[in-house]
């Protein structure tokens, strides 16, 4: 495949994709950050034939957008910063230009896909990416404070938004599509998604109980949703229940903006710190409040992994098992169910995503972990409607039907997509 840039990227223009917020002028006292006017790359009239990985080497555009990548992170992280936040950024900048790069090669017939893997392209998605986490998800004057009920930023009323004025949820779609590789990923259940848009026309509630397995799972959602089905728009109002990292981790942030979110404090989290345990749980208790008033409102669609967190390798076997569902987070959503009285629906969502963004192999404390990124085909099942009747007595049969039809559809994804 020709890259028709040559050696295109130099300094000027890679700089011009790191803006800077201008001071504080409106009257909320928040910085605007504004979509960056980008100047022109320079282009040289060569060509460089690219035709394989080469055993996961950068080829000379790729190397270049690393090496500008790190040049403008280096030189405009804080100092306090840099001991600890550098190698990681330099780490996770390296796994998605090679990824990206990987996306270009295979991507020859799809130019959209391919424009989005573009070095320089690449380059100045990566620096927003890492504008956006300074500035919202650093402590600063536009740290940004997730409501127990946050509704996705799309850049349309900046001073709700700390300033922003980009639309958050297209920038995580566009950052996190080209490591998908579509042509290889897999989509099942069909006439369920069919089902469930036709019970949210009737004003219904549709609760999806899906496994985790990487940050990008939202994400990859929009882009299977968008591409192999008819309701992108739906998808994109997706409800997910999110604990603290994705709205305390820096590089998470911005992504999480761009989301419809209900933000919960696990238990473990609440326990951490006993001095801001009574305010989590007040937390808690109105991103309750806030999920029970849209059920009764009707319509809504919500993601919520049952198990708490990401599934984890198994470090002996290199197998990646999907972690148990816990029945008292099955419960506390059917109880919202049916104090809403509007009919709730509860259906699995088997999810295969794992290979993209592999979480640690151990649950670590905090934020800051080490983040790897691959180009890979990813896949999402939905399972059958599971019947949501008895009370308490049955609570325990339900989650596990639910998690037994989520296993074999899981089972299912990884052969298709294995081939």
């Known amino acids: 495949m020709h890259i028709p840039i040559g050696l295109l990227i130099s300094l000027a223009p890679l700089a011009s994709a790191w803006v800077t917020p201008p001071a504080n002028t409106n009257h909320n006292n928040h910085n605007k950050l504004t979509r960056p006017v980008l100047l022109q790359a320079s282009v040289e009239k060569t060509e460089t034939v690219a035709t394989s990985n080469d055993g996961g080497l950068l080829q000379p555009e790729f190397e270049a957008a690393f090496g500008m990548i790190c040049a403008q992170v280096k030189d405009k992280l804080p100092e306090k910063y840099m001991d600890v936040m550098f190698p990681l950024l330099e780490h996770f900048a390296k796994e998605y230009v090679t990824a990206c790069q990987t996306s270009f090669l295979a991507n020859a017939n ?118 192999m089905t008819d309701y992108g728009k739906e998808f994109q109002n997706m409800i997910f229940v999110a604990g603290h990292k994705v709205t305390t981790d820096p590089l998470a942030v911005p992504f999480s903006m761009g989301r419809n979110l209900i933000c919960i404090h696990s238990k473990k989290h609440i326990d951490a710190d006993p001095d801001t345990k009574a305010a989590k749980q007040k937390d808690n208790l109105r991103a309750m409040s806030a999920m029970l008033k849209s059920f009764k ?123």
């Not at 990646?320 to 008292?328: G, H, L, N, Q, Y």
């Open 110 to 227: 799809n130019q959209e896909v391919a424009q989005l893997s573009r070095p320089d392209v690449v380059a100045k998605r990566f620096l927003l990416g890492i504008q956006l986490a300074m500035t919202y998800g650093m402590d600063g004057p536009n740290k940004f404070q997730f409501e127990p009920y946050h509704q996705m930023c799309l850049g349309e009323d900046p001073d709700k938004e700390m300033g922003n004025t980009l639309d958050l949820y297209q920038v995580g779609n566009d950052f996190f599509r080209p490591c998908i590789d579509m042509n290889k990923s897999a989509l099942h259940g069909r006439d369920n998604i069919e089902k469930i848009m036709d019970q949210m026309k009737q004003g219904h509630n549709v609760v999806m109980l899906a496994n985790h397995q990487s940050e990008a799972d939202p994400q990859v959602v929009s882009c299977l949703m968008s591409e």
């Open 297 to 419: 409102q009707g319509g809504a669609l919500l993601w919520v992994a049952p198990s708490g967190g990401r599934d984890r390798r198994n470090v002996e076997t290199g197998q990646v098992p999907i972690a148990p569902f816990d029945s008292k987070t099955i419960d506390m959503f059917r109880l919202i169910g049916n104090k809403s009285k509007v009919p709730t629906h509860y259906y699995t969502m088997a999810m295969v995503t794992y290979d993209m963004c592999p979480p640690p192999d151990s649950v670590e404390a905090g934020t800051g972990e080490a983040r790897n990124i691959r180009f890979v085909p990813c896949g999402i099942a939905v399972g059958d409607e599971c019947e949501s009747v008895g009370g308490l007595e049955t609570r325990h049969a339900f989650c596990d039907h639910a998690f037994a039809q989520c296993e074999k559809d899981y089972q299912a994804l990884l052969k298709a997509i294995e081939g």
